[in-house]
């Protein structure tokens, strides 16, 4: 465990030292402003794990400001999950608004953030980079300066959470299972955001263009029997939970999603006097089915007849056709 403390020293001293053990501790540039310099003192520990950092600071009135290094969203910048224990008024990301002993929210170490309470406080933050945060919140950048209480709701559980975990990291058993913790969290946060934050334009926009890269991958794998959702997931590196999401804002899953496609497919095919010769099986396993009777559930209750009806209705009419346009 990293431990910081500042002793009764120089003002500047005290300072300086405290900026950098924050730099150290939140992987980016934060400065202290002490509303009384000549009082001021902050201890800090904090503990490394799994990419991530979770710390506990306590600190006389001050204000807490940062310089963005990098304004780049997809950069690999951190972003930082935090509780107060006392009404804290924080700007970030053009927000403003009191957070309650008890709340927390997301900043951002990209975007401007002030912070400042009317007296000393205790704050615990989950810091981690923002690739690991991506993958299981779609668009983490648009939670960011939004208020979630502590006192009720599912945002509550993550409150608990923090609290719990740092209670671990005292006496020493975080190792084992920081990672799987955190892991918990931000699935729960994930939610959290998909419930609380607004769903504007904005995030339309950047969740849709998402989407739409996914579907395209989706589209390039869809005849691979191994496409599921929880490979895709592994494959481009972000949770299931990540997945579910984005679809849900289209009120689809991404499983009905990849069987649909699927099944255009085989409807495709089966009326194509080219696979006339095909059986209907073999047909549904070029395209992913593994099991026939599935299949044939699963296209009855797409299409409303079985794959046997549309291949003759279709194969038919198109005969028909030729031999009026031959004649």
């Given at each position: 465990m990293l431990s910081y403390t500042v002793e009764p020293r120089k003002t500047a001293a005290?300072?300086?030292?405290?900026?950098?053990?924050?730099?150290?501790?939140?992987?980016?540039?934060?400065?202290?402003?002490?509303?009384?310099?000549?009082?001021?003192h902050?201890?800090?520990?904090?503990?490394?794990?799994?990419?991530m950092v979770l710390s506990r600071a306590s600190l006389s009135q001050a204000l807490i400001s940062n310089r963005p290094e990098q304004a780049d969203d997809g950069a690999e910048?951190?972003?930082?999950?935090?509780?107060?224990?006392?009404?804290?008024?924080?700007?970030?990301?053009?927000?403003?608004?009191d957070l309650l002993p008890g709340d927390f929210t997301l900043a951002d170490s990209a975007q401007p953030s002030a912070m400042i309470t009317n007296g000393p406080y205790t704050t615990i933050g989950l810091t981690m980079p923002a690739s690991l945060l991506r993958r299981h919140v779609p668009a983490p950048e648009e939670a960011v300066g939004i208020r979630f209480s502590g006192s009720s709701g599912l945002s509550r559980t993550i409150s608990i959470m923090l609290i719990s975990m740092w209670k671990l990291a005292e006496s020493d058993g975080l190792r084992e299972v920081g990672t799987k913790l955190a892991t918990n969290l931000l699935e729960i946060f994930s939610?959290?955001?998909?419930?609380?934050?607004?769903?504007?334009?904005?995030?339309?926009?950047?969740?849709?263009?998402?989407?739409?890269?996914?579907?395209?991958?989706i589209g390039d794998a869809l005849r691979d029997p191994e496409l599921t959702v929880e490979n895709l997931a592994r494959e481009i590196g972000?949770?299931?939970?990540?997945?579910?999401?984005?679809?849900?804002?289209?009120?689809?899953?991404?499983?009905?999603y990849i069987r649909r496609q699927r099944l255009?497919?085989?409807?495709?095919?089966?009326?194509?006097p080219e696979w006339q010769k095909h059986s209907i099986t073999e047909i549904a396993f070029s395209w992913g089915?593994?099991?026939?009777?599935?299949?044939?559930?699963?296209?009855r209750d797409q299409?409303?007849?079985?794959?046997?009806?549309?291949?003759?209705?279709?194969?038919?009419?198109?005969r028909a056709l030729e031999t009026s346009t031959a004649g």
């Open positions: 005290r300072v300086d030292y405290w900026n950098q053990a924050m730099r150290e501790v939140f992987r980016s540039t934060w400065n202290v402003d002490p509303v009384r310099p000549a009082d001021f902050m201890s800090m520990k904090a503990v490394p794990f799994g990419g910048h951190p972003y930082y999950i935090y509780i107060v224990n006392r009404r804290q008024h924080v700007t970030t990301a053009g927000r403003e608004f939610t959290c955001c998909y419930i609380g934050t607004p769903k504007g334009a904005t995030k339309q926009s950047g969740t849709g263009r998402r989407r739409a890269q996914i579907k395209s991958l972000v949770s299931s939970r990540y997945l579910q999401i984005l679809f849900a804002e289209e009120d689809d899953t991404v499983s009905s255009e497919g085989c409807r495709r095919q089966l009326a194509d089915f593994n099991n026939a009777a599935h299949f044939a559930r699963a296209f299409f409303g007849m079985s794959a046997r009806d549309f291949r003759k209705r279709a194969l038919g009419g198109l």
